[in-house]
């Protein structure tokens, strides 16, 4: 039989990762009627995703982004997408925080491809705490046999349960400098999103709670 201080602290953490688990709702474009922008945004499911306008971006589907590039190669429902050097920023439409847990992402190579087995670069993501800089990168990996690159399931690390206004994506591209975030080179920076599992504000105060409980619980079991 379990002590009860130990039953105590599974139904503690039982209850925060159900928190986080079933009231995530994640920002999948599904509801955006496919369009092209640049210095612009679009909104979806309360969320506001604003092009830089450094070059443009745009929602659509695999076969629709088809005669601009090449999609990422296991696209199979709308995403957004930045070219030509552009930035996203996601920030709640209601101007108040939130955190990200992960995304899909992926690099968009230019029409065509540029062959297989290609490093292209990294997804930079900057978050804004209103008191600070949080930053995470993520490895685009390697192009497939057709030129093209999978959308990835990335997970946030710095910017895990981290409190942010807004968060930039901005890509670079491998060259001899490093990575290059504003490239004029042939191959630019340039990726696509989806899936932004951005969590309900209330999801964060039952995490909070969870772990509340497994303090005292832990206290308790120290007197």
Same mark, same amino acid.
């Given at each position: 039989?379990?002590?009860?201080?130990?039953?105590?602290?599974?139904?503690?953490?039982?209850?925060?990762?159900?928190?986080?688990?079933?009231?995530? #709702? %994640?920002?999948?474009?599904?509801?955006?009627? %496919?369009?092209?922008?640049?210095?612009?945004?679009? =909104?979806?499911?309360?969320?506001?995703?604003?092009?830089?306008?450094?070059?443009?971006?745009?929602?659509?589907?695999?076969?629709?982004?088809?005669?601009?590039?090449?999609?990422?190669?296991?696209?199979? =429902?709308?995403?957004?997408? #930045?070219?030509?050097?552009?930035?996203?920023?996601?920030?709640?439409?209601?101007?108040?925080?939130?955190?990200?847990?992960?995304?899909?992402?992926?690099?968009? %190579?230019?029409?065509?491809?540029?062959?297989?087995?290609?490093?292209?670069?990294?997804?930079?993501?900057?978050?804004?705490?209103?008191?600070?800089?949080?930053?995470?990168?993520?490895?685009?990996?390697?192009?497939?046999?057709?030129?093209?690159?999978?959308?990835?399931?990335?997970?946030?690390?710095?910017?895990?349960?981290?409190?942010?206004? =807004?968060?930039?994506?901005?890509?670079?591209?491998?060259?001899?400098?490093?990575?290059?975030?504003?490239?004029?080179?042939?191959?630019?920076?340039?990726? #696509?999103?989806?899936?932004?599992?951005?969590?309900? %504000?209330?999801?964060?105060?039952?995490?909070?709670?969870?772990?509340?409980?497994?303090?005292?619980?832990?206290?308790?079991?120290?007197?």
């Amino acid at each position: 039989m379990q002590p009860l201080h130990l039953k105590k602290l599974i139904g503690a953490l039982s209850l925060g990762f159900s928190a986080l688990s079933a009231s995530a #709702a %994640p920002v999948n474009f599904e509801n955006v009627t %496919p369009t092209l922008f640049s210095g612009s945004s679009v =909104s979806s499911q309360g969320y506001k995703l604003t092009s830089s306008g450094n070059g443009f971006s745009g929602v659509d589907s695999a076969a629709g982004f088809s005669a601009m590039g090449n999609a990422p190669a296991n696209a199979n =429902s709308q995403f957004l997408y #930045a070219l030509n050097n552009d930035r996203i920023t996601l920030s709640r439409e209601d101007g108040q925080k939130f955190s990200l847990f992960g995304f899909d992402g992926g690099f968009i %190579p230019p029409y065509g491809g540029i062959g297989a087995g290609i490093d292209a670069g990294e997804l930079w993501l900057l978050g804004d705490t209103g008191n600070g800089m949080v930053a995470d990168a993520f490895w685009f990996g390697l192009s497939d046999q057709d030129g093209s690159w999978n959308m990835n399931a990335y997970q946030t690390q710095n910017l895990l349960n981290t409190a942010v206004f =807004s968060i930039t994506f901005l890509a670079c591209v491998y060259d001899d400098n490093g990575c290059n975030f504003s490239s004029d080179q042939f191959v630019l920076p340039q990726f #696509a999103l989806d899936n932004l599992n951005v969590p309900e %504000p209330g999801t964060l105060v039952l995490a909070a709670l969870a772990l509340g409980a497994v303090g005292v619980t832990r206290r308790r079991r120290n007197v």
